[in-house]
Each structure stands twice: as structure tokens, then as C-alpha cells.
């Protein structure tokens, strides 16, 4: 079965600075692969999609790439501010409108 | 400003009692999810709509969960009889033909 990867362990990076976050799976690749923010004691709110024939997708300091020879996708906020510590959650499509989440990497920056 | 509703947000009762968590998708959405978030296993698809219909529940435990849609504008989960073990934040979440899906705030279920 599918099998999402994501840093366990905190990013810690400065403000100003570009935070990048992995996304690794191990199986098919997926027809789509998203990105959603989740902060504490709220329910994730969805960031970004990009579909396996496009490489790169942009929305203002964000930017996904998916390489699907690597099983890979990252995550760039570039710029990044204190507003943006939250947790990064990537998702897969799994077919028949399932999606699987990963675990997720919790996101801090320092002003 | 379109949302998807949760209640109750917070549960908190003991072993053994039954325990309905409600959902309201947002207006015109056809595809309802439900989630169980928790530190160990992350964020899990219990079960999900479309149209109403029960789509796949295959990952719910048959023996206690159910979920319903009763209608387009309401989704239940049911847990009977809970155990400590279904502690977690539970996520209703909709979606229309986009696969952009929408969550709720969750609500928040322990059992003692």
C-alpha cells in the first residue's frame, strides 16, 4: 500500500529565510499530490495541488515541485515570517476520491 | 464565507456510552470525508460520501463506528459503545468534483 514520508523532526529556520519540506512516497505515483497547513486545534486548510504532469506549481511565496521519478515532492515558502510556523501536511490521491495524509512536519520560524 | 461545521467541538464521557458527532458540509459540496487525527497515527480516512452514498468505510471498525448521511446538508459518526482507544480529534471534511476538500474544526472526543 501507499506510504507517505514526511520529516518527523521540526524545521527550525529563520525569518527571511526559505523553509523547504520533503514529501517522499513509495509506491504508484499519484495523479495529484496536495499540500495543507494545519495549526493547533484547527483542521487542515489546503495550500496547494499539482497534478503529476506539471513540475513546479507557484502561489505567491509558495512553491511545490513533483518529481515522480524521485517519489518526491517539496514544499518551498520562500521568505518565510513567523505567521507561517504551523504544521505542513502532504497528501496523496489514492484513487476513487481517497486521499492519504502523511504524518506531517511542524514548521517553525524565528523572528 | 462557506465553512464546514462540526458539533459538538468538544466530548469528553466514559467507557461504554455512545457518543454522535454531526457534520454540516458546505452548501453544494457532494463528497463528505471523515478523519481521525492522533499523535501516533496521524490523519486517517474513516469513511467518505459521495452524493450520500457510502463510498468506503474501510477504514473504520465495523463493530463500533458508523457513519450516516441522512441528508445532503448533514453526516454523522457514530461510536457504540466508545473505549478509551477512540480518543482523537475527529475531521469531517467536504469536497465538490475539485480534489481541493474543505475541513471542519474537529471535534475533540475523549473517552474515560
Known amino acids: 500500500s501507499q506510504k507517505i514520508e514526511q520529516n518527523s523532526e521540526a524545521l527550525n529556520i529563520q525569518e527571511g529565510k526559505t523553509a523547504t519540506l520533503t514529501c517522499n512516497y513509495t509506491?504508484?505515483?499519484?495523479?495529484?499530490l496536495q499540500w495543507y497547513r494545519q495549526d493547533p486545534g484547527r483542521g487542515p486548510v489546503f495550500l496547494l495541488l499539482?497534478?503529476?504532469?506539471?513540475k513546479e506549481k507557484r502561489k505567491e511565496r509558495l512553491k511545490v515541485t513533483f518529481d515522480t521519478t524521485l517519489k518526491q515532492s517539496l514544499f518551498h515558502i520562500t521568505a518565510s515570517q513567523p505567521a507561517d510556523s504551523a504544521t505542513y501536511l502532504c497528501?496523496?490521491?489514492?484513487?476513487?476520491?481517497?486521499?492519504?495524509f502523511g504524518a506531517g512536519t511542524r514548521l517553525f520560524v524565528k523572528a | 464565507d462557506a465553512r464546514v461545521t462540526q458539533t459538538p467541538r468538544h466530548k469528553v464521557t466514559e467507557m461504554g456510552q455512545e457518543v454522535t458527532m454531526r457534520c454540516q458540509p458546505i452548501?453544494?459540496?457532494?463528497?463528505v470525508f471523515w478523519y481521525r487525527q492522533t499523535m501516533m497515527q496521524g490523519l486517517e480516512l474513516l469513511a467518505y460520501?459521495?452524493?450520500?452514498?457510502?463510498?468506503?468505510d474501510s477504514g473504520m471498525p465495523k463493530d463500533r463506528f458508523s457513519a450516516e448521511m441522512p441528508d445532503a446538508t448533514l453526516a454523522t459518526l457514530k461510536i457504540q459503545p466508545s473505549e478509551p482507544r477512540d480518543s482523537a480529534v475527529y475531521f469531517c471534511?467536504?469536497?465538490?468534483?475539485?480534489?481541493?476538500?474543505?475541513f471542519g474544526p474537529g471535534t475533540r472526543l475523549t473517552v474515560l
Open positions: 509506491n504508484y505515483s499519484p495523479a495529484y
Open positions: 499539482i497534478r503529476e504532469n506539471e
Open positions: 452548501l453544494g459540496h457532494n463528497t
Open positions: 460520501f459521495r452524493n450520500r452514498a457510502p463510498l468506503d
Open positions: 471534511a467536504s469536497a465538490t468534483f475539485t480534489d481541493t476538500q474543505y
Open positions: 497528501a496523496l490521491d489514492a484513487g476513487g476520491f481517497k486521499t492519504i
